[in-house]
């Protein structure tokens, strides 16, 4: 099935470079960010816009999906942060001023609690290691405790079915975990 996917993405992407070329006949290709030239990228959900807003809503007018992209993006596809510069990561996440530090662990502690993340203590303080979870996973752990709203987890199903995501499949289904603090809160109309 690999196999098959490759195959289809090249002719996709064959299709879209002729595409582009169309539209940009007299693109200077140096301008772009290619991925095999280039150091500094990473694996990304394709999805993850959507899983950022539901990560949102799921907060209580407290945002963490800027902490949470800026945690993505120190891992190495291993879903691990040695989180040793927490003004740093608080300034990436979009925090400033005073408050910036505490601002930034706040929006941890939150993401730990809807069990988006683990957090260990250690040299750096009480947020030195975290661990980050499939996204999709815990998205479905929360819509099954009617957390997310049935549109919000809908339009997640229809982009994994364009994307090939099949993080939802029933044989990928996790046995019942504590990663979820019970929150009382109903399903959003």
């Not at 910036?100 to 941890?108: F, G, K, P």
């Amino acid at each position: 099935m690999a196999t098959e996917n490759k195959k289809r993405l090249s002719k996709i992407a064959r299709q879209k470079l002729a595409m582009r070329a169309g539209l940009w006949p007299e693109l200077d290709e140096t301008r772009l960010w290619d991925r095999e030239k280039s150091d500094g990228w990473l694996s990304i959900p394709r999805a993850m816009p959507l899983l950022l807003q539901i990560m949102d809503s799921l907060s209580k007018g407290k945002p963490v999906s800027t902490a949470y992209v800026d945690l993505w993006c120190r891992t190495y596809d291993d879903s691990f942060v040695i989180a040793n510069k927490d003004r740093e990561m608080a300034f990436f996440s979009g925090f400033t001023g005073e408050r910036a530090v505490r601002t930034w662990a706040s929006r941890m502690r939150i993401l730990k609690d809807l069990g988006f993340i683990d957090i260990k203590d250690g040299p750096n303080g009480p947020i030195s290691y975290v661990l980050i979870f499939n996204p999709y996973l815990v998205v479905r752990e929360h819509y099954e405790a009617g957390h997310v709203n049935a549109a919000f987890f809908n339009a997640l199903g229809q982009r994994m079915i364009e994307i090939g995501a099949q993080d939802l499949d029933a044989a990928s289904k996790p046995k019942a975990s504590a990663s979820i603090t019970p929150v009382a809160r109903k399903r959003p109309a």
